[in-house]
């Protein structure tokens, strides 16, 4: 004999199972892997639509991107900053963290190149030239600290090659990095700055009156590597990767930089 169980009964117990089911909390989401990038403020513009690119393609990489002059990251990390990435306007502070160790071997690779250029603000027509930042005329300067800013160091390499710096070195307001070059221009307080062309190409408020030549100064090269302290090593080699790529490099020249090559 089989016994017919009340449809009211079976209701209530569907009810029931539905009930404790939706109660049930969902099952639980890996945390995202959190990779921090230092780079040099120069960089802002392009790395901003790389880490939107790169969050749609990677949603489980959070990257997170600290940007400041090159120099000053390079002593953040020598200090224990907590760095996957480190992505400097020269070569120079990435030999620094090479020759301490600070670097995983076998990912350091250059990326991208820049050109220096002497700008004024967008109205100006005094300056034409390197040479007339010796004049009488030229009053202040802005420069990026040679000592800390990759910018200020090229800068510096093309006023000495042409003969200059010592008469061009009183005017200078000192600037803490390129993009701190880029605003005094822009706001008229001084006559002229020395800063990359891509920081010259994302403002309306200077115009570029030279470039300085090729041979006057060190390539400017940008290279990334990971950091041996990374905590997530794979997952930086992995954008370091990416970095390299066609995605990437197609946004690095839309911003103005040269793809560094193999």
Known sequence: MFWRVPESIVALLLAVWLGSAAL???????????????????????????????????????????????????????????????????????DAL?????????????????????????????????????????????LGLPAAVPAGQYAKEVLTNLGIYDAVRPKAIWAKDVRQVLTYVETGNVDAGIVYLTDAYSSSQVKVVAQAPETSHAPVIYPVAVLKGSKNPTA???????????????????????????
Do not use: C, W
């Open 24 to 94: 049930a909390p969902p099952p639980a989401q890996p945390a995202p892997i959190e990779l921090t990038l230092s780079a040099a403020i120069s960089l802002k513009g392009a790395l901003d639509d790389m880490e939107r690119l790169y969050a749609r393609e990677n949603p489980a990489i959070q990257l997170v991107v600290n940007y400041g002059a090159s120099g000053t990251l390079e002593l953040q990390i020598e200090q224990g900053a907590p760095v996957d990435l480190y992505m400097p306007a020269a070569p120079e502070p990435m």
């Open 236 to 262: 930086a080699k992995q954008f370091a990767a990416f970095l390299l790529s066609s995605e990437a490099g197609a946004i690095f020249q839309k911003y103005g930089f040269h793809l560094a090559g193999p």
């Open 98 to 142: 090479e020759s301490k160790g600070l670097l995983l071997e076998g990912t350091r690779k250059d990326v991208v190149r820049n050109e220096v250029v002497l700008i004024v603000p967008k109205g100006s027509s005094a300056i034409s030239s390197f040479r007339d930042l010796a004049s009488p005329k030229v009053k202040q300067i802005a």
